[in-house]
């Protein structure tokens, strides 16, 4: 049986966002267009009462998704760290009134544009789901996949370098083998083990190499 859900959005005014936007017309959109079972409005979301207001809701009026419609996902977001609910973010301020020009004469586009955003922010929140990881793999730690942009191979290094110093301060057993996305990549399209650059490792990363030998 499907869990139940109970929506919430949350549109803050801070920001100078309740100067340019028409706020209250933010919070009808999503009540009656987004349906959202719950729509506050905060002057400073991000402050400890709008996140306590967000956590009350959580635990009292078990609210599971949740839409906060303020600043970009990429902002505030050890304050809107809620690992229990499903969450979509609205970027009224770096998505709307950042990027329209000043002037009354752009008012309605500015609105327009963050009546959209709120659309789609509740939109987007009846689709999404809290992750749970796939279950069709193994929950095995022992391996750590970092960027696959530019590799600095010192930066590598050093990652499998001071595990042994942290086993040394923490009493721990860390000995995981640290390889880039590209390196996986280079593994997936049947690279070799050396072309992979799988040979250079501090610590080795055997099960990966068993894959690339494998593959030749
Ligand atoms: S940083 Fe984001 S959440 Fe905080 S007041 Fe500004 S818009 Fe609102």
């Given at each position: 049986?499907?869990a139940?859900?109970?929506?919430a959005?949350?549109?803050?005014?801070?920001?100078?966002?309740?100067?340019?936007?028409?706020?209250?017309?933010?919070?009808?959109?999503?009540?009656?267009?987004?349906?959202?079972?719950?729509?506050?409005?905060?002057?400073?979301?991000?402050?400890?009462?709008g996140?306590?207001?967000?956590?009350?809701?959580?635990?009292?009026?078990?609210?599971?998704?949740i839409?906060?419609?303020?600043?970009?996902?990429?902002s505030?977001?050890?304050?809107?760290?809620?690992?229990?609910?499903?969450?979509?973010?609205?970027?009224?301020?770096?998505?709307?009134?950042?990027?329209?020009?000043?002037?009354?004469?752009?008012?309605?586009?500015?609105?327009?544009?963050?009546?959209?955003?709120?659309?789609?922010?509740?939109?987007?929140?009846?689709?999404?789901?809290?992750?749970?990881?796939?279950?069709?793999?193994?929950?095995l730690k022992?391996?750590?996949?970092?960027?696959?942009?530019?590799?600095?191979?010192?930066?590598?290094?050093?990652?499998?370098?001071?595990?042994s110093?942290?086993?040394?301060?923490?009493?721990?057993?860390?000995?995981?083998?640290?390889?880039?996305?590209?390196?996986?990549?280079?593994?997936?399209?049947?690279s070799?083990?050396?072309e992979?650059?799988?040979?250079?490792?501090?610590?080795?990363?055997?099960?990966?190499?068993?894959?690339?030998?494998?593959?030749?």
């Amino acid at each position: 049986m499907m869990a139940e859900i109970k929506t919430a959005a949350y549109i803050c005014s801070g920001c100078g966002l309740g100067d340019k936007l028409d706020v209250a017309q933010l919070g009808k959109i999503a009540q009656k267009e987004g349906k959202m079972a719950l729509v506050r409005e905060h002057d400073f979301l991000c402050n400890s009462a709008g996140v306590q207001m967000i956590r009350d809701d959580i635990e009292k009026e078990a609210v599971t998704h949740i839409c906060i419609a303020a600043c970009s996902r990429r902002s505030k977001t050890e304050a809107f760290n809620f690992p229990t609910v499903a969450m979509t973010r609205a970027n009224l301020r770096e998505g709307v009134v950042w990027v329209v020009a000043e002037g009354s004469e752009h008012d309605e586009v500015r609105q327009e544009m963050a009546d959209d955003y709120v659309r789609m922010g509740c939109a987007e929140l009846k689709k999404v789901k809290l992750p749970e990881g796939n279950p069709n793999t193994t929950h095995l730690k022992n391996i750590l996949v970092v960027g696959g942009g530019m590799s600095c191979q010192l930066c590598q290094a050093n990652v499998e370098i001071y595990q042994s110093e942290i086993n040394k301060k923490k009493g721990t057993k860390l000995a995981m083998p640290v390889v880039y996305y590209s390196q996986l990549m280079a593994v997936a399209y049947g690279s070799s083990l050396k072309e992979a650059g799988l040979d250079g490792h501090v610590i080795q990363p055997e099960r990966l190499k068993k894959i690339a030998e494998r593959k030749k």
